[in-house]
C-alpha cells in the first residue's frame, strides 16, 4: 500500500536546488576531463591500469554525497507520512450482548454460540501485554471479567456468559467506560433507567445530568485517547437503560473509541423462547451511529465465519494501526551512512576525503 508523504515546511524544498547545481557542476568537470584526456591520448596511457577498470568508483562517491545531501533537505522540511505503527492499546473492553435477541439462528449456529466462537479465537491472537476486560449486558450491564492479561479468565468468563432478557447497550457503554476509567464517576445505579427522552442541556456538566456523569474533567477530541478501545457487539436494539447514542457521545469526550459489530440480519427473525415470541433484526443505524460518534468503525456479520473473520481484522488493527508521523530521522540516518560511504570510498581511492 502506497502512502502520501507531506512536508510541515514545504519551503524548505527549494534548497534541493543546491544539490541540483552541485550534480549539474560534477557533469559538466567530469565531461570536461574526458574530452581533455580524448584531445591527448597520450594522457590516458600513462594512466594506471587500475584507476581504468575502477573508474566507476570516481562516480559513486560524489554520487552518494549528493544522495546525502538531498535527504538531507528532505529532512530539514519535515517530512510526514502515514505508516503502520505498532498501537499504544494496553486495554480492551470486550462489550457483548446477551439478551434474548441473541438466540436468533440466521447466525449460525446462533448469534450467542457465533459471538462467543468468534471472540476466543479474538482473545487468543492477542499479546501477553494487552489486557482485555468482558462486559456482557442485557436489562442491565456488568462486567464479568475485570480487565487482565490471563486468557485463561477470560475464555471461561466468556464460557460463562447467558442468555437474558432486555438489551441495554447504553448501559454496556457505561460500564466500559468506568472499567476503563474508574475515577470517572458515574452513577451506575442510573445505567438500568428506561430511555429517556434527549435533553438540550444533557452534554452539559450540570448537576441535574440524567446520566449523573461527572462531566467536569477536561473533553478530548473522538478517538484521541489510543490507550483502550472498546468493542461492542449487538444487534443494535436498544429496549432499555440510557440512550446509547448519548452515551456514545460520553465515551467520545474522553477520546475512547467504540468499534461496533453487527450480528443477525435486517429482515429479522422471530424468536420464540419460554411461552413469548418477539421478532429481532438488526439495527445497523444505530450502531453505524454510536461508532461514528466515538472515531470507531461499524462492520457487519452475516455468519458466523463473517464474525470470525470481524474479529481478527480487529486483532490486527489493534496489534498495528495507521498513524501519521514525522519521518525526518529516517532520511538523516539513510542521508548519514551515504555521507559516511562517500568519504570511505574517496580515501580509498585518492587517501583523502577531497
Known amino acids: 500500500m502506497g502512502y502520501d508523504v507531506n512536508f510541515l515546511w514545504p519551503e524548505l524544498l527549494a534548497l534541493l536546488l543546491v544539490p541540483i547545481v552541485f550534480a549539474a557542476w560534477y557533469i559538466r568537470a567530469t565531461r570536461k576531463t574526458t574530452d581533455t584526456l580524448q584531445r591527448y591520448p597520450g594522457l590516458t596511457a600513462s594512466l594506471p591500469t587500475a584507476s581504468k577498470d575502477r573508474a566507476f568508483l570516481r562516480h559513486l562517491s560524489p554520487a552518494l554525497f549528493i544522495a546525502a545531501l538531498t535527504l538531507l533537505i528532505l ?10 505503527l505498532p498501537t499504544l492499546h494496553n486495554t480492551i473492553i470486550l462489550a457483548l450482548d446477551v439478551s434474548g435477541s441473541m438466540r436468533a439462528d440466521d447466525v449460525q449456529p446462533n448469534r450467542l454460540d457465533a459471538a462467543k466462537a468468534a471472540v476466543k ?38 464460557n460463562q456468559l447467558q442468555l437474558q432478557a432486555g438489551t441495554a447497550i447504553g448501559s454496556a457503554i457505561l460500564i466500559s467506560l468506568n472499567t476503563i476509567f474508574p475515577d470517572l464517576k458515574i452513577d451506575l445505579g442510573t445505567a438500568d433507567f428506561e430511555p429517556r427522552a434527549p435533553d438540550k442541556n444533557l452534554r452539559n456538566p450540570a448537576a441535574n445530568d440524567p446520566l449523573r456523569v461527572d462531566r467536569s474533567q477536561t473533553i478530548v477530541p473522538p478517538g484521541s485517547y489510543k490507550n483502550a478501545a472498546i468493542v461492542l457487539l449487538s444487534d443494535g436494539e436498544a429496549t432499555t437503560g440510557p440512550d446509547p447514542i448519548e452515551t456514545s457521545r460520553i ?15 435486517a429482515e429479522g427473525q422471530v424468536v420464540s423462547y419460554g411461552g413469548w415470541s418477539m421478532k429481532v433484526a438488526l439495527n445497523e443505524d444505530a450502531l453505524r451511529k454510536i461508532a461514528s460518534n466515538t472515531g470507531g468503525e461499524y462492520m457487519y456479520a452475516a455468519t458466523g465465519q463473517q464474525l470470525t473473520d470481524v ?10 494501526e495507521e498513524r501519521e508521523t514525522e519521518i525526518g530521522a529516517i532520511l538523516v540516518g539513510v542521508a548519514a551512512v551515504c555521507a559516511l560511504a562517500s568519504a570511505l570510498l574517496a580515501l580509498l581511492r585518492s587517501h583523502r576525503i577531497f
Do not use: C
Open 75 to 84: 529532512a530539514f522540511a519535515r517530512p510526514v507520512a502515514t505508516v503502520m
Open 121 to 158: 479465537e479474538f482473545v487468543e491472537l492477542q499479546p501477553d501485554s494487552t489486557r482485555i476486560g468482558i462486559v456482557s449486558f442485557a436489562t442491565a450491564a456488568s462486567v464479568v471479567q475485570a480487565p487482565s492479561r490471563n486468557h485463561t479468565d477470560i475464555l471461561n468468563a466468556v
Open 251 to 265: 465515551a467520545a469526550e474522553r477520546g475512547v473509541r467504540i468499534f461496533t459489530v453487527g450480528i443477525g440480519t
Open 311 to 320: 474479529y481478527k481484522s480487529l486483532s490486527a488493527r489493534f496489534a498495528y
